[in-house]
């Protein structure tokens, strides 16, 4: 299994499959999905988790002035129990403490469980919003410090 930077297009049927999930859980106000030319930009890092030359998980972080923010954090169900996620968070950590970014923040929604779950487990606190979010019951802000001793344990 490698980890590394791709163009999110090449994941366009994990993405698909992501928004289909999340439109199943969530109202479309509360969906903050970006696209994938978003993903594209230029303080946007979007990664694969590939198996035998195939994506199986991917996330991203968009890079801004103070944090960073994970974003399309997303393993199939048939990929899941492998750790993949918290590779691809770590990967994405690494990098922001590269970059000088000490602060991972995101946004999901109550009802990802799991996914908060994991996030808890790696260090990420529920917080406020943040950047444009508006406040929304349907929203859980995290946030987790980073520090230049952090290592991935992988």
């Known amino acids: 299994m490698e980890i590394k930077r791709i163009d999110p297009k ?5 993405i698909r499959e992501l ?15 970006d ?12 990664y ?17 002035a103070k944090y960073g923010e994970l974003k399309r954090i997303y393993v199939p169900p048939s990929q899941r ?17 590269k970059k000088k970014i000490f602060l991972a923040k995101l946004e999901t929604g109550p009802y990802s ?11 990420y606190s529920i917080s406020g919003k943040f950047g444009n979010y508006k406040e929304d019951p349907l929203s859980t802000f995290m946030e987790k410090r980073l520090s230049e001793t ?5």
């Open 35 to 46: 696209s994938i030319e978003t993903l594209q930009s230029e303080n946007a890092y979007f």
């Open 150 to 154: 952090d290592k991935t344990i992988f």
């Open 10 to 14: 090449q994941a366009e049927n994990l």
């Open 48 to 64: 694969g988790a590939f198996e035998n030359d195939e994506i199986i998980a991917i996330g991203s972080v968009k890079i801004f």
């Open 19 to 33: 928004d289909e999930y999340q439109s199943k859980l969530y109202p479309p106000d509360s969906c903050h999905l």
């Open 113 to 123: 469980k799991d996914a908060i779950g994991l996030y808890k487990k790696l260090g």
């Open 81 to 97: 129990g492998k750790g993949l996620a918290q590779k691809i968070i770590k990967e994405l950590e690494s990098l922001l403490i």
